[in-house]
C-alpha cells in the first residue's frame, strides 16, 4: 500500500525521544509509525468526545457552586 505522507519536523523531550527509540527497536517499527499511531488514536479520542458533547447538549447543567453546597450539605466535603 503506497500512502501519502507529508514530513515535519517535531521536537521531543529528551527522555521521551529516548524512550520511542527504545519502543521502536523493540516493536521493529518506526519513530514515524509509533508517532503517528498515537497521534491518530488522540484525535480519534477527540472525535468520540466531540460526538459525546453533542449528544448531550441538551441535558441540564449544574452549576460549580450548587455542587459544592450539594455536597456540603450531604456532609461529603
Known amino acids: 500500500m503506497n500512502v501519502a505522507v507529508k514530513r515535519a519536523t517535531v521536537y521531543f523531550d529528551i527522555s521521551l525521544h529516548r524512550v520511542l527509540r527504545m519502543k521502536s527497536a523493540e516493536t521493529s517499527r518506526s519513530v514515524s509509525e509509533l508517532v503517528n499511531e498515537a497521534v491518530s488514536t488522540a484525535l480519534h479520542e477527540d472525535l468520540e468526545d466531540l460526538e459525546i458533547f453533542k ?23
Do not use: M, Q
Open 55 to 77: 449528544k448531550r447538549a441538551h441535558e441540564p447543567t449544574i452549576s460549580f457552586e450548587s455542587t459544592l453546597k450539594e455536597l456540603k450539605r450531604n456532609g461529603k466535603i
